[in-house]
Protein backbone atom coordinates (compact mmCIF):
# COMPACT_ATOMS: atom_id res chain seq x y z
CA UNK A 1 0.00 0.00 0.00
CA UNK A 2 0.93 3.64 -0.66
CA UNK A 3 1.07 4.23 2.94
CA UNK A 4 3.97 1.72 3.85
CA UNK A 5 6.72 2.47 1.13
CA UNK A 6 8.48 4.12 3.51
CA UNK A 7 8.52 1.14 5.89
CA UNK A 8 9.13 -1.17 2.64
CA UNK A 9 11.85 1.04 1.47
CA UNK A 10 13.92 1.23 5.17
CA UNK A 11 13.44 -2.53 5.29
CA UNK A 12 15.28 -2.62 1.98
CA UNK A 13 17.71 -0.80 2.79
CA UNK A 14 18.72 -2.74 5.95
CA UNK A 15 18.61 -5.93 4.03
CA UNK A 16 20.87 -4.66 1.17
CA UNK A 17 23.16 -3.35 3.80
CA UNK A 18 24.64 -6.72 4.65
CA UNK A 19 24.86 -8.27 1.53
CA UNK A 20 21.50 -9.30 0.88
CA UNK A 21 18.99 -8.95 -2.09
CA UNK A 22 15.36 -7.79 -1.74
CA UNK A 23 12.82 -7.23 -4.19
CA UNK A 24 9.50 -4.75 -2.97
CA UNK A 25 6.21 -5.77 -4.48
CA UNK A 26 3.99 -3.82 -3.98
CA UNK A 27 0.20 -5.29 -3.80
CA UNK A 28 -3.52 -5.45 -2.17
CA UNK A 29 -3.74 -9.08 -1.33
CA UNK A 30 -7.18 -8.78 -0.86
CA UNK A 31 -7.78 -8.94 -4.39
CA UNK A 32 -7.91 -11.85 -6.59
CA UNK A 33 -4.69 -12.62 -8.75
CA UNK A 34 -2.03 -10.27 -6.45
CA UNK A 35 -0.90 -13.26 -4.67
CA UNK A 36 -0.45 -15.50 -7.76
CA UNK A 37 1.56 -12.50 -9.04
CA UNK A 38 3.82 -11.79 -5.82
CA UNK A 39 4.45 -15.58 -6.15
CA UNK A 40 5.36 -15.46 -9.82
CA UNK A 41 7.70 -12.16 -9.49
CA UNK A 42 9.35 -13.43 -6.46
CA UNK A 43 10.29 -16.62 -8.60
CA UNK A 44 11.52 -15.16 -11.50
CA UNK A 45 13.43 -12.41 -9.64
CA UNK A 46 15.75 -15.59 -7.70
CA UNK A 47 14.95 -18.11 -9.28
CA UNK A 48 13.63 -20.67 -6.53
CA UNK A 49 10.76 -20.19 -3.41
CA UNK A 50 11.85 -22.35 -0.25
CA UNK A 51 9.64 -19.95 2.78
CA UNK A 52 6.50 -18.24 2.33
CA UNK A 53 5.19 -15.84 5.34
CA UNK A 54 1.53 -15.24 4.90
CA UNK A 55 1.27 -11.43 7.54
CA UNK A 56 -0.93 -9.47 6.26
CA UNK A 57 -3.95 -8.10 8.58
CA UNK A 58 -6.78 -6.13 8.79
CA UNK A 59 -9.08 -5.16 11.96
CA UNK A 60 -11.38 -2.87 12.71
CA UNK A 61 -12.78 -3.29 16.42
CA UNK A 62 -16.79 -2.38 16.30
CA UNK A 63 -18.74 -1.96 19.61
CA UNK A 64 -21.38 -4.95 18.63
CA UNK A 65 -21.81 -7.48 15.89
CA UNK A 66 -24.62 -4.98 14.17
CA UNK A 67 -21.63 -2.49 13.14
CA UNK A 68 -19.79 -5.15 11.41
CA UNK A 69 -20.86 -4.89 7.91
CA UNK A 70 -20.88 -7.54 5.21
CA UNK A 71 -18.39 -5.62 3.32
CA UNK A 72 -15.96 -5.24 6.32
CA UNK A 73 -16.49 -8.93 7.57
CA UNK A 74 -15.87 -9.85 4.04
CA UNK A 75 -12.50 -7.65 3.25
CA UNK A 76 -11.06 -8.61 6.88
CA UNK A 77 -11.55 -12.03 5.34
CA UNK A 78 -10.17 -11.59 2.01
CA UNK A 79 -7.04 -9.89 3.56
CA UNK A 80 -6.38 -12.22 6.78
CA UNK A 81 -7.59 -15.97 5.17
CA UNK A 82 -8.10 -15.66 1.45
CA UNK A 83 -4.29 -14.16 1.20
CA UNK A 84 -2.99 -17.06 2.58
CA UNK A 85 -4.95 -19.57 1.34
CA UNK A 86 -4.11 -17.94 -2.21
CA UNK A 87 -0.59 -17.41 -1.54
CA UNK A 88 0.00 -21.34 -0.25
CA UNK A 89 -1.47 -22.19 -3.59
CA UNK A 90 0.66 -19.98 -5.52
CA UNK A 91 3.86 -21.09 -3.79
CA UNK A 92 3.34 -24.78 -3.62
CA UNK A 93 4.41 -25.69 -6.91
CA UNK A 94 7.96 -23.81 -6.56
CA UNK A 95 8.17 -25.38 -2.73
CA UNK A 96 10.76 -28.55 -2.66
CA UNK A 97 11.21 -30.80 -0.21
CA UNK A 98 12.48 -29.25 3.40
CA UNK A 99 10.86 -25.53 2.53
CA UNK A 100 8.23 -24.10 5.06
CA UNK A 101 5.25 -22.05 5.27
CA UNK A 102 4.64 -19.83 8.13
CA UNK A 103 1.21 -18.21 8.84
CA UNK A 104 0.75 -15.48 11.25
CA UNK A 105 -1.69 -16.34 14.00
CA UNK A 106 -2.99 -14.23 16.85
CA UNK A 107 -4.05 -14.78 20.64
CA UNK A 108 -7.16 -13.54 19.29
CA UNK A 109 -7.92 -16.90 17.10
CA UNK A 110 -7.34 -19.00 20.54
CA UNK A 111 -9.08 -17.25 22.99
CA UNK A 112 -11.62 -15.01 21.10
CA UNK A 113 -11.48 -11.41 21.23
CA UNK A 114 -14.40 -8.65 22.64
CA UNK A 115 -15.15 -6.14 19.48
CA UNK A 116 -12.83 -8.42 17.21
CA UNK A 117 -15.57 -11.13 15.77
CA UNK A 118 -14.07 -10.89 12.26
CA UNK A 119 -10.27 -10.34 12.93
CA UNK A 120 -10.67 -13.28 15.69
CA UNK A 121 -12.48 -15.72 13.25
CA UNK A 122 -10.35 -15.55 10.50
CA UNK A 123 -7.50 -16.03 13.21
CA UNK A 124 -8.88 -19.10 14.07
CA UNK A 125 -9.61 -20.40 10.31
CA UNK A 126 -6.02 -19.74 9.94
CA UNK A 127 -5.18 -21.92 12.49
CA UNK A 128 -6.97 -24.51 11.26
CA UNK A 129 -6.15 -24.30 7.96
CA UNK A 130 -2.29 -24.29 9.49
CA UNK A 131 -3.01 -27.74 10.91
CA UNK A 132 -4.88 -29.60 7.90
CA UNK A 133 -2.26 -28.13 5.16
CA UNK A 134 0.75 -29.13 6.99
CA UNK A 135 -1.04 -32.88 7.43
CA UNK A 136 -1.63 -32.70 3.48
CA UNK A 137 2.15 -31.94 3.24
CA UNK A 138 3.92 -33.96 5.25
CA UNK A 139 4.11 -36.38 2.26
CA UNK A 140 5.75 -33.60 0.45
CA UNK A 141 8.57 -32.89 2.83
CA UNK A 142 7.07 -29.17 3.18
CA UNK A 143 6.44 -28.09 6.93
CA UNK A 144 3.47 -25.68 7.97
CA UNK A 145 3.32 -23.97 10.94
CA UNK A 146 1.76 -20.81 12.62
CA UNK A 147 2.72 -17.87 14.80
CA UNK A 148 0.13 -17.00 17.56
CA UNK A 149 1.46 -13.50 19.02
CA UNK A 150 0.03 -12.04 22.02
CA UNK A 151 0.07 -7.66 22.08
CA UNK A 152 2.41 -6.48 19.26
CA UNK A 153 3.26 -2.99 18.91
CA UNK A 154 2.68 -2.80 15.12
CA UNK A 155 1.12 -0.04 12.73
CA UNK A 156 -1.65 -2.44 12.64
CA UNK A 157 -2.40 -0.78 16.27
CA UNK A 158 -2.89 2.85 14.89
CA UNK A 159 -4.46 2.42 11.63
CA UNK A 160 -7.49 0.79 13.28
CA UNK A 161 -10.06 3.03 13.43
CA UNK A 162 -12.34 1.85 16.02
CA UNK A 163 -9.75 2.81 19.03
CA UNK A 164 -9.12 6.04 20.64
CA UNK A 165 -5.80 7.61 20.66
CA UNK A 166 -5.96 7.08 24.48
CA UNK A 167 -6.56 2.91 24.04
CA UNK A 168 -3.82 2.82 21.58
CA UNK A 169 -1.80 4.34 24.55
CA UNK A 170 -2.84 1.50 26.45
CA UNK A 171 -2.13 -1.25 24.74
CA UNK A 172 -0.46 -4.77 25.67
CA UNK A 173 -0.54 -3.50 29.17
CA UNK A 174 -2.80 -6.43 29.86
CA UNK A 175 -0.51 -8.82 29.03
CA UNK A 176 1.01 -10.40 32.10
CA UNK A 177 4.13 -8.94 31.23
CA UNK A 178 1.85 -5.36 31.61
CA UNK A 179 3.35 -4.14 28.07
CA UNK A 180 3.01 -5.65 24.17
CA UNK A 181 5.91 -7.32 22.48
CA UNK A 182 8.16 -5.45 20.00
CA UNK A 183 8.00 -6.77 16.26
CA UNK A 184 12.17 -8.29 17.28
CA UNK A 185 10.95 -10.18 20.12
CA UNK A 186 8.74 -11.85 17.71
CA UNK A 187 11.07 -12.50 14.36
CA UNK A 188 12.87 -15.16 16.30
CA UNK A 189 10.02 -17.59 15.97
CA UNK A 190 9.82 -17.26 12.53
CA UNK A 191 13.43 -17.91 12.19
CA UNK A 192 12.98 -21.18 13.92
CA UNK A 193 10.24 -22.79 11.94
CA UNK A 194 12.03 -21.03 8.83
CA UNK A 195 15.09 -23.30 9.61
CA UNK A 196 14.93 -27.31 8.45
CA UNK A 197 17.70 -27.59 10.77
CA UNK A 198 15.87 -26.58 14.12
CA UNK A 199 12.42 -27.67 13.46
CA UNK A 200 12.63 -30.17 10.47
CA UNK A 201 10.30 -31.99 12.84
CA UNK A 202 8.32 -29.49 13.76
CA UNK A 203 4.83 -29.40 11.25
CA UNK A 204 1.54 -28.19 12.09
CA UNK A 205 1.50 -26.20 15.30
CA UNK A 206 0.32 -22.74 16.21
CA UNK A 207 3.84 -21.29 18.29
CA UNK A 208 2.25 -19.06 21.05
CA UNK A 209 4.31 -15.66 21.62
CA UNK A 210 1.88 -14.07 24.41
CA UNK A 211 3.80 -12.63 26.54
CA UNK A 212 2.66 -14.77 29.72
CA UNK A 213 -0.16 -15.38 28.38
CA UNK A 214 -1.47 -19.27 28.31
CA UNK A 215 -4.16 -21.72 27.18
CA UNK A 216 -4.44 -25.44 27.29
CA UNK A 217 -3.02 -27.14 24.57
Given at each position: MPDEQSDAEKTKRAIESVGRRCLLLPGDLS???????????????????????????????????????????????????????????????????????????????????????????????????????A????????????????????PLNASDSGVSAEKVGQFGSHSPMGRPAQPEELAPAYVFLASDADASFVTGIVLQVMGGETTGG
Open positions: KTGTCEEIVAKTVRHFGKLDILVSNAAHQARKQRLEDVTDEEFDYTYRTNMYAYFRLAKAALPHLRPGSAIIATSSETGIMGATQLPDYSSTKGAINAFTKTLQDLISRGIRVNAVAPGPVWT
